[in-house]
């Protein structure tokens, strides 16, 4: 009997302490701040705190203005991928497909703005501009956009892109927005929805990469422009 008793007041003692713990809580709500991100008008956007090359410049409001309510989503969701760096998020796939060409000019002038150093966030970036030409989904801007990345001069150090530092584990990451271009551009060129005008543009691209600074980009765009028959125009 005073083992059941004992039981009886352990269960309501916790009992007790838990409520008292919920009116706490409920009283005084944690504040729960996600580092490095902010919310404005819904949107979340990186903070001053985002290291490892520099800051992800703001996205003028009169721009954000233009955008629906969809484009707004995928931006919230393309920011909080570039303030994480990890171009494998599977959001990039479910949620970030058919870009709209509003959202499309805003991110290649957020590109223009970033620091050179900022590889991940770059790379990002293009990544989602060119797998769209596979589609068929891009404009004279977009085409211009990834011409301009891959005629980029190359970053030598991930920490000074001007300053040589021979590092072979930074060779990838170094070149990793004009590769993710490349690669996507590969794609597209046999990709079963591409456009004969898109396949033109495409070529267009690596011929003018041909005369990049970057000796890995000159050669990879030179391989694949001498595989295409001679006949076909690449004179976009």
Known sequence: MKHSRL???????????????????????????????SVVAGIVTASPTVG?????PAMNPSIMDTFSAHDKEQLQIILEILKSKNENDPRMDQ??????????????????????????????????I????????????????????????????????????????????AHYPQLITVQNLRK???????????????LGIFKAAIDSPDPQIAQE????TDSIPKDENINH
């Open 7 to 37: 039981i009886v007041f352990s269960i309501s003692l916790l009992a007790i302490i838990a409520l008292g713990f919920f009116f706490l809580i409920k009283k005084n709500p944690l504040k729960i701040e996600s580092q490095g991100t």
């Open 221 to 224: 765009a030179m391989t694949i």
């Open 130 to 173: 060119a797998r769209e030409l596979k589609e068929g989904r891009n404009s004279p801007s977009d085409i211009q956009f990834l011409t301009n990345i891959l005629l980029e001069k190359p970053c030598l150090s991930l920490s000074d892109c001007a300053s040589p530092a021979n590092v072979k584990s930074e060779e990838i990451e």
């Open 188 to 202: 597209a060129l046999v990709s079963t929805n591409i456009t004969p005008d898109n396949r033109t543009a495409i």
């Open 95 to 128: 949620f970030l497909t058919n870009l709209s060409p509003a959202l499309k000019d805003a991110l290649q002038k957020q590109y223009s703005e970033m620091k050179m150093e900022m590889r991940s966030e770059r790379g990002i970036i293009a990544n989602l």
């Open 52 to 56: 490892g090359g520099g800051t992800i």
